[in-house]
């Protein structure tokens, strides 16, 4: 089975819900504790074993390009003043050998057509799909490792999800289950609480095999106008003999979309520093 060493994070959202200090900062760059919530998910995908970040930008979101860059000039001020360790900081952002691509999306039509930007670096491989807004805990080689080792193990996509229960899981897209274990049969996108086929919510990761982007690339316009990651994974789960399965969240998860989450998830990291710098 074909490694996965490819990872996308669709990083071009507004963060309005951030407003007036996402409006020069990309919400992915808002700081939980010292690092921004994007280096923790590059750290996430880099423990699973990823060598390649394909990062999905748009207007504005220079600051990202610019994180993940060498900074020789801040490096050699920090030494040159005796600050080796804040120096070492810098220059290990990310570990040798792994590689950023930055890839503009000029129009978000969601993120299935953000993924689907990523497919000339993706080169029909095995990919991950991140999204930052979802922090989930610091425990161990983190969930997507075991996503990772799930996907090469068995050749089926793989959606992280978790229960939501009452009016909230319209928020989400969601599983319809299979008869066997992990097994998932479709993904509905926002039902109403009424209509939907359980409580498993996918969230933010994901692990897919190369053909769904065969499918966003012929997929039409889903909820809100958008071309929607989960309407090609629920045709990729109803393809016969199945494609997907899911994998129950087993770390804590905070919603760094949204302000409590992203303060829950400050607490979180600060509670587990083992001491102060």
């Known amino acids: 089975m074909q490694k996965v060493r ?37 750290e996430e995908a880099v423990r699973a074993g990823i ?21 020789p000039e801040l490096e050699a001020a920090l030494r040159a003043k005796g600050k080796d360790e804040a120096a070492d900081i810098v220059h290990a952002i990310l570990p040798q050998g792994v590689n950023c691509i930055f890839i503009r999306q000029s129009t978000q039509l969601g993120l299935g057509h953000a993924v689907l930007c990523a ?32 996907y090469e193990d068995t050749g089926l996509s793989q959606i992280a999800v978790m229960p939501i229960d009452g009016p909230d899981i319209s928020r989400y897209g969601v599983v319809k289950p299979g008869p066997g274990k992990n097994e998932v049969q479709g993904l509905i996108e926002k039902p109403s ?47 016969q003999g199945g494609g997907v399965q899911s994998r129950l969240l087993t770390t804590p998860r905070f919603d760094c979309g949204q302000v409590r989450g992203y303060l829950d998830a400050i607490l979180h990291v600060a509670d587990r520093r083992k001491s102060p710098r």
């Open 6 to 42: 490819k990872a996308v994070f669709p990083v071009a959202g507004y963060g309005t819900r951030f407003l007036p200090a996402t409006k020069s900062i990309p919400k992915e760059m808002l700081p939980i504790v010292d690092k921004p919530v994007i280096h923790y998910a590059a």
């Open 51 to 71: 060598d390649t970040l394909i990062f999905i930008t748009g207007r504005q979101k220079r600051a990202i390009e610019d994180y993940f860059d060498s900074a």
């Open 119 to 150: 497919a000339p670096a993706l080169a029909y491989e095995p990919f991950a799909v991140l999204l930052a807004d979802d922090f989930l805990g610091l425990e161990g080689q983190g969930f997507l490792a075991d996503m990772v080792h799930a």
């Open 193 to 239: 609480a009424a209509d939907a086929p359980s409580n498993l919510a996918s969230i933010g990761r994901y692990v897919l095999a190369p053909d769904v982007m065969d499918i966003l690339k012929g997929l039409e316009p889903g909820v809100g106008g958008e071309i929607q990651l989960a309407d090609a994974i629920n045709i990729l789960a109803t393809k």
